[in-house]
């Protein structure tokens, strides 16, 4: 009988001896390539996303409205394709199960008008439906993505961000109380006068300033649309900061929090709001911090986390420091900061604050995990399928063609989308 | 190229072993031996925190079983988006050797006794790390490194018995 076994350890040597062995110099190369493209790849995303100039075409979506019967399952509708890869440019879930997306087709060129939208929606992750087109304004001066706001399980509003008036939150806005079958127009004044004392719940906060001001603003607010209608309010009282950037939607524990200048300084400050944006909680960070931030907060068992990044010469997001707080905000501790000579975290998304206690930040596609309250990080083998954001239902992470949800940041369900 | 001595180190005691780990789940020698210099080029970027993990070597095979399983990952939503069953890739000509018919033996084996065997006869990882790998128990991977020895040694007595 032949002796495998020894014939096993004969061919492992055989085949250790005749793979290719690459010169050293070969790796630390390709990790320079590396590099480059993922600079690149970043750089080609953010693009995607960001504000370009005033659109000369004008665009125009009919949309009928519904028959006077029982209301019909969502139609599948599928307009023809104007060019470009279609790619979901949002995704937000109403509970574990159920969510919209909204998938975006012909953005493409230099200057590209508005991209057509398409709603659809699951209730169960694992199939998707077209709940319809969604009317993109006639507008020439707004962006070419829109912004998806779920208010509640069939109430939403698309918001087109104005893009002469930096410091006005929408410009254009759409709203829908029965699923995506129909909208309608809301009108979004220059600047939202109309102030309420506490944020409504499932709204979310955008930046926007109490007078007009194209460039700067001194009377910096928050603005979001009401429930019930999509009309545009301020928070009637925004925490004490300059150029203050809100989360749009609260930590899981119910945390608002914004990140902003103490003012006349230079001092960076975080507001924690644990009562619906009606007063604030405002402290200076006692951290080395460069000018240019965001920051991004999670919540789990009462403790806020907070990543902070900056971008480099080059643009790309470096993750600075991660943050810590235990009493609602009043105290900040900085955990973790990049080691002197440790290469550069260019970490794009949230923070993931999980049921387990750990907290993981992803350098995609790869994730770090840490076991000891965000002091310490390690490679944990996990791979995401692309940058997690917090959702009020869970975390999410958006891939390509699919992605996956977690309710907890510990369980983790994978899911595919239909781009055609 | 200023590396340090241990990162050189690393790469050249570990560099064929973790080959053969990522051959263990690929199936692919050629994309073995992409992903083993990827895994190597990551670990390059953060050899400041490779340098200070409790195995360096565990921390790139971390690495290389990631994308050895993004890679699977990928064919299989591709074999899925394009309604077509998964099927092994196609085995790459063997290495010259004089044990042509065994590793020929093992190509043949399915997907899941080849990857038990290559991970641990020839990537000559410890049951245990077989069984984290694939995330299968210990016992799981005892049985099928049993089944698959019987079937490699049937196969081998089948070929020396057509020679003869």
Request: net charge negative.
């Amino acid at each position: 009988m032949p002796d495998v076994e020894r014939q096993l350890s004969i061919l492992r040597d055989e085949l250790r001896a005749a793979v290719p062995e690459p010169d050293l110099g070969a790796v630390v190369e390709r990790h320079r390539q590396r590099r480059t493209r993922r600079r690149m790849q970043i750089g080609a995303v953010a693009a995607v996303l960001a504000v370009s100039g005033v659109v000369p075409i004008l665009r125009q979506l009919d949309v009928e409205p519904p028959p006077a019967t029982p209301p019909a399952p969502p139609t599948v509708t599928t307009l023809p394709a104007t060019g470009g890869t279609p790619f979901i440019s949002q995704m937000s879930f109403v509970d574990e199960d159920s969510g919209y997306a909204l998938r975006c087709e012909g953005l493409e060129g230099d200057d590209p008008p508005p991209c057509q939208l398409t709603l659809l929606a699951t209730d169960d992750l694992e199939s998707w439906v077209e709940a319809g087109p969604v009317p993109v304004p006639e507008r020439t001066d707004i962006d070419h993505l829109g912004r998806l706001i779920v208010l509640g399980p069939d109430e939403l509003v698309v918001d087109w961000a104005n893009l002469g008036e930096q410091t006005s939150s929408a410009s254009a806005r759409v709203h829908s109380d029965d699923g995506g079958r129909t909208w309608r127009n809301v009108p979004v004044p220059a600047v939202v006068t109309d102030a309420v004392p506490a944020i409504p719940e499932g709204a979310q906060l955008q930046r926007a300033c109490a007078t007009s001001a194209p460039y700067s603003c001194s009377t910096p607010t928050f603005t979001f649309a009401l429930p019930g209608s999509g009309a545009a309010a301020v928070l009637a009282d925004p925490p004490p900061l300059a150029n203050p950037v809100p989360g749009e939607i609260p930590t899981a524990d119910g945390h608002w929090w914004a990140l902003g200048h103490v003012p006349g300084t230079a001092r960076w400050a975080f507001s924690v709001s644990t009562d619906d944006g009606r007063t604030w909680t405002t402290t200076p960070l006692d951290a080395d911090l460069p000018q240019n931030l965001w920051a991004s907060v999670v919540s789990q068992g009462g403790i806020l986390y907070a990543s902070v990044s900056g971008a480099d010469p080059l643009g790309d997001n470096e993750l600075q420091a991660i943050l810590r707080s235990e009493d609602d905000g009043r105290t900040w501790r900085q955990t973790w900061k990049l080691a002197e000579g440790e290469d550069l975290v260019q970490s794009v998304g949230t923070l993931v604050a999980a049921a387990d206690g750990t907290v993981s930040f992803d350098e995609f596609p790869w994730t770090y995990t840490s076991t000891d309250g965000a002091r310490t990080f390690e490679l944990d083998g996990r791979e995401r399928l692309g940058p997690v954001s917090w959702t009020r239902a869970g975390y999410l992470a958006l891939g390509d063609r699919s992605g996956e949800f977690s309710p907890d940041g510990v369980d983790w369900r994978q899911f595919e989308i239909p781009l055609e | 190229m200023t590396t340090g001595d241990w990162f050189a180190s690393l790469y050249q005691g570990s560099y064929r072993s973790l080959v053969l780990t990522a051959y263990g789940l690929t199936g692919d020698l050629g994309e073995a031996e992409e992903i083993t210099q990827e895994a190597f080029a990551v670990a390059y970027g953060r050899r400041t925190r490779v340098e200070g993990a409790d195995s360096p070597e565990a921390w790139v095979r971390t690495v290389v079983v990631n994308l050895a399983r993004r890679r699977g990952r990928r064919r299989a939503m591709l074999d899925r988006l394009l309604r077509r069953g998964a099927a092994d890739p196609e085995p790459p000509p063997a290495p010259a050797g004089e044990h042509l018919d065994l590793h020929a033996a093992i190509r043949g084996l399915s997907r899941e006794y080849r990857a038990a065997v290559v991970l641990h006869y020839l990537a000559d990882l410890p049951v245990e790390e077989v069984g984290s790998i694939l995330d299968i128990p210990v016992g799981t991977v005892k049985s099928r490194l049993s089944r698959a020895r019987a079937a490699l040694a049937e196969q081998l007595r089948t070929e020396e018995a057509d020679r003869a």
